[in-house]
Nanobody, 126 residues
């Protein structure tokens, strides 16, 4: 069983930056492929970005490419999401997901991820 706890969300103005963290426990972190998803009210959970177990492969949704960066510190069992140039349409609850996979590629669909955190709210005002 893997426990995931997100933090770092908040209310910011358009153009600002935020850094989200996801602390993992319960399993050796470098056996996990990780991702960030987000869900706005009334919408389905959507893929934001993913990273493989070693950090050598990443993928991004077109809507965040060039603005968001995903990284991981396997020594600290922590996943990060650096969000720059935030837009009002980035407003959502952000979730980290994990799945047991030591592969060279990333997974972009929600169905691949076994464990989820409870999310952290990001609100971007215009």
């Amino acid at each position: 069983q893997v426990q995931l706890v997100e933090s770092g969300g908040g209310l910011v103005a358009a153009g600002d930056s935020l850094r989200l963290s996801c602390a993992a426990s319960g399993r050796t972190f470098d056996t996990l492929a990780m991702a960030w998803f987000r869900q706005a009210p009334g919408k389905e959970r959507e893929f934001v970005t993913a990273i493989n177990w070693s950090g050598t492969s990443t993928s991004f949704a077109d809507s965040v490419k060039g603005r968001f960066t995903i990284s991981r510190d396997n020594a600290k069992n922590t996943l990060y999401l650096q969000m720059n140039s935030l837009k009002p349409e980035d407003t959502a609850k952000y979730y980290c997901g994990a799945t047991a996979a030591q592969v060279s590629f990333t997974y972009t669909g929600t169905s691949w991820y076994t464990w989820w955190g409870h999310g952290t709210q990001v609100t971007v005002s215009s």
